[in-house]
């Protein structure tokens, strides 16, 4: 279960969470909508510890996230959390396989066939050994969820993973995600701003302005 409350960031005098409160339960499947600039993927980086608040509390299965213990948030990030961001998903210089790779090498539980088991659910296998570079937009967003949920993790924050994606690709990527959210009760965070993609969310939080509507 993920609490948040009373969540303010700044950036500069800009304010642009201005309080926000909200719980996703364990094995939920969320969306998080919003115009251009609402705070969207400000907020789904304070939830999976890659930013702070200035003020207010995330509590992560009723533990406060503690986000001044740099080694406690690193544990939080490479354990509990898989990532897929809205932009620049795969190291450039590294192959399909070793990006799928990452997260079993920062927590040290490397395994060949689980990365290659993997790549086969996410429908990419004979791609491992390209370069990202190599590799179709909808393709780079797939590596990215194998990525993700290589290591199991509790939970999945994933911003507007279909944004730059034909309408097939990105139900494509939905349909994993979802996959995910039924087989393995990951909780899913996904954040968009397309009414289409939301639908695919059991609960949608509204963020205008950095407020909850
Ligand atoms: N690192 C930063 N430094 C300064 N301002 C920032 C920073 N990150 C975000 N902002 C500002 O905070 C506001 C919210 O940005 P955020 O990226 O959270 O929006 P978003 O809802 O994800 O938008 P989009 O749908 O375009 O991705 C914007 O006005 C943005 O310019
Ligand atoms: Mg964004």
Known sequence: MIEAINIH?????????????????????IAIMG??????????????????????????????????????MTEYRQKKVGFIFQFFNLLDNL???DNVAIPLY??????TKKVLDTLVRV???????????QLSGGERQRGAIARALIHNPEMIFADEPTGSLDSETGE??????????????????????DNLVAKWAENIIHISDGVIE
């Open 95 to 97: 192959t399909l396989f």
């Open 106 to 111: 920062l927590n040290k539980k490397y395994d």
């Open 35 to 72: 115009r251009s600039g609402s705070g969207k993927t400000t907020l789904l980086n304070i939830l999976s510890g890659l930013d702070w608040p200035d003020e207010g509390s995330i509590y992560v299965n009723g533990n406060r996230l503690n986000f001044t213990n740099d080694t406690k």
């Open 172 to 193: 494509s990527i939905l349909k994993l995600l979802k996959s995910l959210h039924t087989e393995s009760k990951t909780t899913i965070v996904l954040v968009t701003h």
């Open 9 to 29: 960031k700044y950036y500069g005098n800009q304010h642009v969470l201005k309080g926000i409160n909200f719980r996703i339960n364990r094995s939920q499947f």
């Open 123 to 133: 429908g990419l296998i004979n791609h491992k050994d390209k370069l990202p570079a």
